[in-house]
């Protein structure tokens, strides 16, 4: 297996433009988590699924967030309008059967919002 | 409030020491606690997993130790190579029962170089 997969790898784009990164889980995986992780906060958990259906967002910043899943493959993490204090690395992270089961992580996407 | 507190922020060490991460925490009630390897521009990667009622668990050359009645735990490195430099990361999970799921709690992390 690949391994979670995420796209793009490296974003940059400029204050008020709509941002949207991708996340392939490992097959078989139940669960997906998208993370946010700064030198001043560490890793945060923004929300999680499972079986594609939204469990606990109560991680997730503001409305400018949102995340879907529409099927057992993928999922995104939109931001509309960005600003530059979301700048950060995102990462998407899979497991077989829960949040506290060991968590596979992606390579994450950076994120630069200026 | 559910907290995680990981010492030192930093580590550098030679090549072939051995060193202590620690972590020290105030979740409950808790169900177990992981730790995780992060490279650079790295995903993290779970090196333990420890419940309340494991006091050791041992990956290779590197050593987790859980002491659950004063909250602490540590990892230990032994002969310490250049691939262990990165940021180690503390993660403990706690059982809600009101809300019938899980909570994380995650530490920043100790950041360790290893040097020739």
């Known amino acids: 297996d690949a391994g979670v997969i995420q796209s793009p790898r490296h974003e940059v784009t400029e204050m008020g433009q709509e941002v949207t990164l991708r996340c392939k889980p490992i097959?078989?995986?139940?669960?997906l988590f998208w993370y946010r992780q700064t030198m001043m906060r560490g890793l945060e958990l923004l929300i999680y699924?499972?079986?594609?259906?939204?469990?606990?967002d109560s991680g997730m910043p503001e409305d400018r967030f949102s995340a879907k899943m529409p099927n057992a493959s993928f999922s995104t993490l939109k931001i509309q309008p960005s600003e530059p204090r979301d700048s950060a690395v995102y990462f998407c992270?899979?497991?077989?059967?829960?949040?506290?089961?060991?968590?596979?992580f992606g390579p994450g996407t950076r994120l630069l919002v200026l | 409030k559910n907290q995680v507190e990981q010492s030192p922020q930093s580590l550098i060490i030679l090549e072939g020491k051995n060193c202590t991460l620690q972590c020290n925490y105030t979740v409950s009630p808790f169900s177990n606690l992981r730790w995780y390897k992060q490279d650079t521009g790295r995903g993290p990667v779970s090196l333990t997993i420890m419940t309340f009622s494991e006091n050791t668990k041992s990956n290779g050359r590197y050593t987790a130790t859980l002491d659950a009645d004063t909250k602490q735990s540590s990892l230990h490195i032994t002969a310490s190579q250049l691939s262990d430099s990165a940021s180690y990361i503390c993660v403990v999970s706690a059982y809600d029962s009101g809300a019938g799921s899980y909570q994380l709690t995650f530490g920043k992390g100790t950041k360790l170089s290893v040097i020739p």
């Open positions: 992270a899979s497991s077989i059967s829960g949040l506290q089961e060991t968590q596979y």
């Open positions: 097959s078989g995986h139940d669960y």
């Open positions: 699924f499972n079986n594609n259906v939204p469990i606990d």
